[in-house]
């Protein structure tokens, strides 16, 4: 099997120190992007997992002055109302105000509420209304229930709701989010490596000539711990500690490379696979 075209050519030199070093002109700079891709996937990976499992994301933190209207009034009007397969059997529309908007429980599907903060519960929906925000509409699943809940508990089930209706949404979202923070700290962190290794040229003591073979040694020197850092986050999700893994992990197999081969090219090239 060829192992001199990508992927294989990275991969195979990633194990040992002496090839991170003696086979760092094999990849290009079309190359190193897709590397550098690559490795922050491998990262990003344990964030997606952590957020499509996650419960501590709510609506209530983008609408916090409509979920205030929620108080024990309206959850005394709702522990009435009987529910069946996700379906509120509202049997009489009513309209409350707070001091700082309204709660409407409308019968018809088709409230109309005159209010820049307002949260109005219909048959097989809820509408969030605050200020400039964009209305919010979510649908109730079958599992929907709030018969004799309290107002914390109501609260806490239309957060759920929120986030059944919009999870892949919420996953990617904040998956780009933190895909776009790691992406930049990566990049920093091999960049910034390179050039202390590229500056070492000066000395006439290594035999490293260009900053690409630089960058390629770092991110060779990336490659296993960025794997342990997947395994980690997979085990036990903590971006902090991930990203230490990677750092740490890094400097110990660029310390490895410098005491396999010091740099230079005449060290013995025969045992490269050690």
Same mark, same amino acid.
């Given at each position: 099997?060829?192992?001199?075209? +990508?992927?294989?050519?990275?991969?195979?030199?990633?194990?040992?120190?002496? &090839?991170? *070093? *003696?086979? &760092?002109?094999?990849? =290009?700079?079309? /190359?190193?992007?897709? !590397? $550098?891709?690559?490795?922050?996937?491998?990262?990003?990976?344990?964030?997606?997992?952590?957020?499509?499992?996650?419960?501590?994301? =709510?609506?209530?933190?983008?609408?916090?002055?409509?979920?205030?209207?929620?108080?024990?009034?309206?959850?005394?009007?709702?522990?009435?109302?009987?529910?069946?397969?996700?379906?509120?059997?509202? =049997?009489?529309?009513?309209?409350?105000?707070?001091?700082?908007?309204? !709660?409407?429980?409308?019968?018809?599907?088709?409230? $109309?509420?005159?209010?820049?903060?307002?949260?109005? +519960?219909?048959?097989?929906?809820?509408?969030? &209304?605050?200020?400039?925000?964009?209305?919010?509409?979510?649908? #109730?699943?079958?599992?929907? /229930?709030?018969?004799?809940?309290?107002?914390?508990?109501?609260?806490?089930?239309?957060? &759920?709701?929120?986030?059944?209706?919009?999870?892949? #949404?919420?996953?990617?979202?904040?998956?780009?989010? @933190?895909?776009?923070?790691?992406?930049?700290?990566?990049?920093?962190?091999? $960049?910034?490596? %390179?050039?202390?290794? #590229?500056?070492?040229?000066?000395?006439?003591?290594?035999?490293?000539?260009?900053?690409?073979?630089?960058? %390629?040694?770092?991110?060779? =020197?990336?490659?296993?711990?960025?794997?342990? %850092?997947?395994?980690?986050?997979?085990?036990?999700?903590? @971006?902090?500690?991930?990203?230490?893994?990677?750092?740490?992990?890094?400097?110990?197999?660029?310390?490895?490379?410098? *005491?396999?081969?010091?740099?230079?090219?005449?060290?013995?090239?025969?045992?490269?696979?050690?």
């Amino acid at each position: 099997m060829r192992t001199d075209s +990508f992927p294989l050519n990275y991969f195979a030199n990633i194990f040992t120190p002496k &090839r991170a *070093f *003696f086979n &760092r002109k094999a990849i =290009g700079w079309p /190359t190193i992007v897709i !590397v $550098l891709i690559f490795l922050n996937a491998l990262i990003t990976i344990p964030v997606s997992l952590n957020f499509a499992q996650t419960d501590t994301i =709510g609506v209530e933190t983008f609408y916090p002055e409509a979920f205030g209207l929620i108080d024990d009034e309206v959850a005394e009007t709702l522990a009435d109302i009987p529910i069946e397969n996700g379906t509120l059997a509202i =049997g009489q529309s009513t309209v409350q105000t707070k001091a700082g908007g309204v !709660v409407v429980i409308d019968q018809t599907g088709a409230p $109309l509420v005159d209010s820049d903060v307002a949260i109005v +519960f219909e048959p097989t929906l809820f509408t969030i &209304r605050e200020h400039g925000k964009p209305e919010l509409t979510v649908n #109730y699943t079958k599992d929907f /229930t709030i018969e004799g809940a309290s107002v914390e508990e109501i609260k806490t089930e239309m957060n &759920r709701q929120w986030r059944i209706n919009n999870r892949v #949404y919420i996953v990617a979202a904040l998956t780009f989010l @933190i895909s776009c923070m790691t992406l930049v700290m990566l990049v920093a962190l091999t $960049l910034g490596s %390179a050039v202390f290794l #590229y500056l070492t040229k000066k000395s006439h003591l290594t035999s490293i000539t260009t900053y690409k073979e630089s960058v %390629a040694i770092i991110l060779y =020197g990336l490659g296993l711990p960025t794997i342990l %850092a997947l395994l980690y986050g997979l085990i036990q999700f903590d @971006i902090i500690w991930m990203m230490t893994i990677q750092t740490t992990g890094l400097l110990i197999i660029l310390l490895l490379i410098y *005491f396999k081969t010091q740099f230079n090219d005449e060290k013995d090239q025969t045992r490269v696979q050690e």
